[in-house]
């Protein structure tokens, strides 16, 4: 399934009111009503999937994955793939305005054929091959479990690294005065979070990596 495929099953005037942005019409004949219907398809169906798709995961971290997917450089990302910028009629054709016409044609399509536009939703907007360890919030993660004992950790930028351009920072993770772990990114958030991922390591508390868990979400 494709965008394409539903634009494809849309009447006129729906097609044409779901490809026009409303800076080149009224707004009741342009996608903006539409875009809003699509959003929040794409919100509600996505969020299904991560639910089902992650049960060893808690609300802050199911937040992280729904967002991932449904952001605006995905969604851009998808309809520049199949062409779409070339279908709208825009005064300026950019990321945001190919991804608002991304959702206003699941709207659309929701309108006619609600099982087609879910499972589109389904197939191109896959929790499954999101990199988790990329979005988790390992800090929080660290300090909610050492909160149990009553302790927090502490961070400390370490060493800076690399042209201005293109820094390298270091940073160590102390628990109870005693530096647990170090980590390394491009920004010292970055540093830090690497660090809290090392030292739940260390400490024996991060979560089991999870297993494959195969999606059933009814239409």
Do not use: C
């Amino acid at each position: 399934m494709s965008i394409r495929d539903l634009i494809a099953v849309l009447p006129e005037p729906l097609r044409q009111r779901s490809l026009t942005h409303p800076s080149v019409a009224d707004p009741y004949e342009s996608n903006g009503r539409l875009e809003f219907l699509g959003d929040s398809v794409l919100n509600s169906r996505v969020a299904e999937l991560v639910f089902h798709g992650y049960p060893e995961l808690l609300e802050g971290d199911l937040t992280r994955i729904r967002a991932h997917l449904v952001r605006k450089s995905f969604l851009a990302t998808v309809g520049r793939g199949e062409g779409i910028e070339e279908m709208i009629e825009s005064s300026v054709i950019n990321d945001s305005v190919i991804a608002d016409t991304v959702e206003a044609i699941l709207g659309a399509a929701y309108l006619i054929d609600r099982e087609l536009a879910l499972r589109t939703v389904d197939e191109i907007f896959n929790p499954s091959e999101v990199d988790t360890d990329e979005l988790r919030d390992w800090k929080t993660l660290l300090q909610e479990t050492l909160q149990a004992d009553g302790l927090r950790p502490t961070y400390r930028v370490i060493s800076k690294q690399g042209p201005a351009h293109r820094p390298r920072f270091v940073s160590g993770v102390s628990v109870d005065g005693r530096e647990v772990a170090t980590g390394e990114g491009s920004s010292i958030k970055e540093s830090e979070q690497t660090a809290a991922r090392t030292a739940l390591e260390i400490l024996g508390i991060r979560p089991v990596p999870r297993s494959t868990v195969e999606v059933h979400v009814g239409a």
